[in-house]
């Protein structure tokens, strides 16, 4: 059983039926109002007035003024995966672009969260405040992308992903790292990935430099928290009726936000999340596989969002009773105060229309009577203390009494489908180089140590590496983001070269004297060179240190791997040219046979070696350093419209231990490939990423 919560354990012992799923993670908040239901006498539902009542003075709820952090007044949350291509410039983020979008197509945003790390983490030394501060144009560019975002009056999270612990270390604390990062660029809060508990040491920290900072756990906090922070995300427990979520029972000024990545049906999350006045989170892009919210869901969203914030306050009624009768069993409806007004969320979860729906209102209720989501006035019945509406099969619905309309104008466009199409399997097939490279060729081809594969019929068998949690799907299965399966592939390779080692960075050093090339942005660009006084953007005099021209050249992209490989009028080799050449004709698991052995390769240090440290770890054609080392990249970019990525091979020296969410590192077998996501710029150039290429013959 997963840990529980201790005040959630004594409501279970005193009312079992009401905490059906006690001891499930996930789970374990969503009360069972069905007792409550069938208890006509109404003394169970007095019972929980009094629980509740001492539950918020247990709690330091009932003597807090209203909640002003961050967190008030956010309805839905969109997460950025920076990674998405159709908001990336050369040198920065379309921000105006992404929130003319957002608003077009799902009503606006009240707060995002910017995602930079997972699952690049762990390819290389560098953190997840690295991946910050590498982004195109960097911090200053991070601090104009919040600055856009308020001026839209839009809430900011950074990412923080506390598990990230195996990989460079800060010179202080990851606490006074964030506060920094927050000071830095006027973000408004945190989330809080993979947890659901505060940190009350990072609180503390972080409120020193903000006071309304946000901290936003990924995960339903414990109920101890609700003093503390503002709101969290309600992640993989969809309060379908008769549930309802304890958190916004006991403190309805808490602000949820109810996400199911994996979804690919979120009506009943949208119907269930309305009828509880809780909000939503956007994710399409879940980490590189693409999820997107249909014409119906978007609308969906957009009208009971316009609801949500137009009438926010009765969402924050500390009164508001669940599932109050309607004379249908099915059809839900949730009672919310403001003075002498009061609103109903209504949702009829039933196969059939239901037309006379019966509320009874509270004894003193306003005048005035509207039904809200179809734009009309009701009428009550003759005693004036009931009235009747209609709702067809799976419709939400919202009435008022006491209340005016305020203005409201519930939405009728969906937005831009084509921006929401889903994504097939073909839009994975992969795409050569597309850049337009303009270097020189050498003369002639060079004198190159190479190895002869003859041509054959091949059966690629790849995969993923199991160990680590990933997501972001395959080119070849996108049923789901942990998807990892790709099946055997046959090829007919023509014969071909390839170099018998990585490039070393003697050997680039030759192509950038040779060439002049400099690519366009230079963030990161050979980051571990020497470069002579004034000459830091003139990358043809710069030099790798002495002891270091026959270890393999890395801090490149794979456009600055594909520039060389073009002066060498060669190419990158296909991930089957790749695996070929590394497994033999025998389809080894390791370039040197079925049994690993770490004698064979630098698949554990703090750097790279030359790349004929290891001639006992020669593949069965000879080819070294197909293990460990470096990763390579391979000629294998794929673009599905919104996330460019890349496979790389090989595995590298850097071993990144202490989380399963960290990318697959060190010694990696022939078959394994790794999913590269690429943004842009200095991001994409890794100290532990090298490659080297393949020449067809003539004809």
Request: charged share 25%; proline share 6%.
């Amino acid at each position: 059983m997963d840990a529980v919560d201790p005040i959630l354990e004594r409501v279970h012992r005193q009312l079992p039926s009401m905490v059906p799923r006690y001891g499930k993670r996930w789970e374990q908040y969503l009360l069972s109002w069905q007792p409550v239901t069938e208890d006509l006498s109404g003394s169970l539902r007095r019972t929980l007035h009094t629980l509740r009542h001492d539950l918020r003075q247990e709690l330091g709820l009932s003597s807090r003024d209203e909640k002003s952090d961050a967190d008030s007044g956010i309805s839905v949350e969109h997460l950025w995966f920076l990674y998405e291509k159709n908001y990336i410039g050369e040198n920065g983020f379309h921000v105006e672009k992404y929130l003319a979008d957002r608003q077009a197509d799902f009503g606006g945003v009240d707060a995002v969260c910017l995602w930079q790390s997972y699952p690049r983490l762990g390819l290389d030394h560098r953190n997840q405040f690295d991946y910050y501060r590498d982004l195109p144009g960097g911090l200053p560019e991070l601090t104009r992308v919040v600055r856009v975002l308020h001026a839209s009056e839009v809430k900011v999270f950074l990412n923080y992903n506390p598990w990230d612990s195996g990989t460079r270390r800060e010179g202080g604390s990851d606490a006074d790292t964030i506060a920094g990062f927050l000071e830095t660029t006027g973000a408004d809060g945190v989330f809080l990935d993979t947890i659901e508990g505060v940190d009350r040491t990072l609180l503390e920290r972080l409120r020193k430099t903000r006071t309304d900072v946000a901290v936003s756990p990924e995960l339903i906090p414990p109920l101890s928290d609700l003093a503390a922070i503002g709101g969290s995300w309600q992640q993989f427990a969809t309060p379908i009726p008769p549930s309802v979520l304890f958190h916004k029972w006991l403190d309805p000024r808490f602000r949820l936000r109810l996400v199911d990545r994996a979804s690919r049906d979120r009506v009943e999350q949208l119907s269930a999340g309305f009828l509880h006045g809780t909000g939503q989170v956007v994710w399409e892009n879940v980490f590189g596989w693409w999820n997107p919210w249909s014409d119906a869901e978007r609308l969906l969203l957009k009208r009971t969002t316009s609801i949500l914030r137009t009438f926010d306050d009765f969402f924050r009624d500390p009164d508001w009773e669940p599932y109050v009768p309607t004379g249908h069993a099915g059809v839900h409806a949730m009672e919310w105060h403001c003075g002498d007004a009061v609103l109903y969320t209504l949702f009829n979860g039933t196969a059939e229309s239901c037309h006379d729906v019966e509320i009874t209102l509270p004894e003193k209720s306003g005048s005035g009577l509207f039904d809200l989501w179809h734009g009309r006035e009701l009428f009550r019945s003759k005693g004036g203390r009931t009235f009747t509406c209609s709702l067809a099969a799976g419709e939400v619905g919202c009435v008022v009494a006491g209340s005016t309309p305020r203005d409201l104008v519930l939405p009728e466009d969906s937005g831009d489908s084509r921006r929401h199409r889903p994504v097939t399997l073909s839009a994975y097939r992969r795409r050569e180089a597309l850049r337009s490279l303009t270097v020189g060729r050498r003369k002639d081809g060079g004198d190159r140590d190479m190895v002869g594969i003859g041509a054959e019929r091949y059966v690629m068998k790849v995969r993923r590496s199991c160990d680590p949690l990933m997501e972001g799907g395959t080119y070849a299965d996108i049923s789901a983001p942990t998807a990892k399966a790709v099946p055997d592939r046959s090829f007919r390779l023509s014969d071909y070269a390839i170099d018998r080692a990585p490039v070393t960075k003697a050997s680039f050093q030759e192509f950038l004297q040779a060439s002049g090339y400099r690519p366009p942005n230079l963030d990161n660009f050979l980051r571990d060179w020497l470069r002579p006084a004034g000459s830091e953007k003139e990358p043809d005099s710069w030099a790798p240190a002495k002891d270091k021209r026959s270890h393999p050249v890395t801090w490149v992209s794979l456009d600055d791997a594909r520039a060389y490989a073009a002066w060498a009028r060669m190419t990158l080799p296909t991930e089957a040219q790749w695996q070929r050449a590394a497994e033999g004709p025998h389809g080894n698991t390791w370039p040197w046979g079925d049994a690993f052995d770490p004698s064979r390769c630098n698949g554990d240090s703090s750097d790279t070696t030359p790349v004929d440290a290891f001639q006992q770890g020669a593949s069965a054609d000879g080819c070294l350093d197909m293990c460990g080392n470096v990763w390579e990249w391979t000629e294998s970019e794929r673009d599905d419209g919104h996330t460019r990525y890349v496979m790389v091979r090989g595995g590298c020296h850097l071993r990144v231990l202490g989380s399963p969410w960290y990318t697959a590192s060190g010694p990696q077998p022939c078959n394994v490939h790794e999913k590269v996501p690429l943004l842009g710029g200095g991001i994409d150039r890794l100290s532990t990423v090298g490659f080297r290429c393949v020449r067809q013959p003539p004809g």
